[in-house]
């Protein structure tokens, strides 16, 4: 056994395990920067509005119904009866909902931290279908109905900045604070003229709402029928909920996106009646669709998903150092090694603290370029080459490229990843096939790198 090689192997292999502390340390600081950046958005969102969910219109029929109950005496043991009251509502959805949205989208900014707002004009229309009696099917004459209203449940009604009117069969009815439906949360609700229950009725509604809110914008389909149509300016959605966009167009300024939906696919009734039944409406208004205006870019993220390759990075920077070692019978000192380990992790802290002013992809440039730049210049003394140490330079700066490749194609990195360490496994095993591992340092020792000075040569 070589014992040289061996404790050359053992101190490698230690100093890879003694840099995970400053890559702790690092990941760490990773952390805490993305939790005070969510903090800073969070204030940012509770002094504007937080994320907007739209549920409804829904009409409400407050009703009271006699209630008549057969007792019998205890004493006579004779039948009579008894009346009283119940009251409860009646909920419809709307026969036909339509939503015609316009999004612009702006940043407020505190600090080096940035939110996305969105500002959403909405045109909101459709009609309800009222049946005969309400639907009624028992005795009709038992029931007096309250003053019908109209509800629309807004998840964060800071946000609503113009005064709400409600365009119903040519009249202009306000909206007023309050949805007066528990389970629709905030909202706002107007007062309806009075129906004729005795006849069916068709109304026709419409009105204007617009809306700034931060992250996402969702909207339940409480139509039998419901159309949703959304455009913004923002180039880099991503459409959430239970329903895609039937159809979609995204370009650099910006996308739009048509849903449709019908009670087939929503199941909504079924939905709305476990509600009432149940006091349960999370399954109500998860029925939902819309769109996040998320940042493409997420440089906390990236960075974290880049410090999680380090020990690789540094294993495989390493072997290639121990590679250039062997094959031309170099010298190495362990803390060489160790000052090119401290190189490469100081790269992460250099991309985090660059990423948060000028983005990561300039970021993460000028970050392996300096540390390329650096480490070229320190190998190409080491190994007494410049070529060797410019090959060594190139040989990293590819390793740094095909890092960013891996950060950036997230659905093909472990294909990526796989082929890279097959690639230089194989790489490997071509250049040391003729190599004699057993004579490494028993033939001749290697003489430690030493520099002189002119006046030491003379």
């Not at 000192?333 to 250099?350: D, K, R, T």
Request: charged content about 20%.
């Amino acid at each position: 056994m070589n014992r040289s090689l061996t404790l050359k192997l053992g101190a490698i292999a230690l100093l890879i395990l003694l840099l995970l502390i400053p890559l702790l340390m690092i990941n760490g600081i990773i952390n805490d920067r993305q939790q005070l950046r969510d903090g800073v958005l969070e204030d940012i969102a509770r002094s504007s509005s937080y994320s907007q969910q739209l549920n409804g219109p829904i009409m409400v029929v407050p009703y009271r119904k006699v209630v008549r109950t057969w007792k019998i005496d205890a004493k006579t043991s004779e039948r009579y009866q008894e009346i009283g009251e119940e009251r409860g509502r009646l909920y419809f959805l709307p026969e036909r909902f339509e939503l015609d949205g316009k999004v612009q989208t702006e940043l407020r900014s505190r600090g080096i931290y940035q939110a996305r707002l969105f500002h959403a004009d909405n045109r909101i229309s459709g009609h309800f279908a009222i049946p005969v009696q309400l639907g009624i099917k028992e005795d009709f004459v038992d029931y007096q109905f309250d003053q019908t209203f109209l509800a629309v449940g807004i998840s964060d009604i800071r946000g609503i900045e113009n005064a709400l009117k409600l365009e119903l069969n040519g009249q202009n009815l306000d909206f007023v604070p309050g949805s007066q439906v528990a389970w629709l949360g905030e909202g706002v609700h107007v007062t309806l003229p009075r129906l004729d229950a005795r006849q069916a009725t068709e109304l026709a509604f419409a009105f204007d709402l617009r809306l700034q809110g931060t992250g996402q914008l969702q909207i339940t389909p409480v139509g039998k029928t419901s159309k949703v149509q959304l455009a913004a300016n923002w180039p880099h959605p991503s459409f959430i909920g239970n329903y895609l966009p039937t159809q979609r167009e995204i370009s650099a300024d910006g996308f739009a996106a048509n849903w449709q939906t019908s009670f087939f696919s929503t199941n909504l009734e079924e939905a709305l009646s476990n509600c009432l039944a149940s006091e349960r409406c999370d399954e109500f208004k998860r029925r939902s669709f819309g769109v996040s205006f998320i940042e493409p870019v997420d440089q906390y993220l990236k960075s974290d998903r880049a410090i999680k390759y380090a020990l690789l990075f540094i294993a495989l920077t390493f072997a290639g150092f121990f590679l250039f070692e062997v094959l031309k019978s170099m010298a190495v000192h362990p803390i060489q090694y160790a000052l090119v380990g401290v190189a490469l992790a100081f790269f992460y802290l250099l991309l985090l603290s660059l990423s948060e002013h000028i983005g990561f992809a300039w970021a993460y440039l000028l970050s392996a370029s300096a540390c390329v730049v650096l480490i070229g210049f320190y190998v190409c003394h080491v190994l007494r080459s410049f070529g060797h140490g410019l090959s060594f330079a190139f040989g990293l700066a590819a390793l740094y490229g095909l890092l960013y490749g891996l950060l950036s194609a997230e659905d093909y990195a472990l294909l990526m990843g796989s082929l890279l360490l097959f690639g230089l496994l194989g790489v490997f095993m071509v250049l040391t096939r003729k190599l004699d591992w057993y004579g490494i340092g028993q033939s001749k020792a290697v003489e430690p790198l030493t520099f002189y000075s002119e006046a030491d040569h003379e």
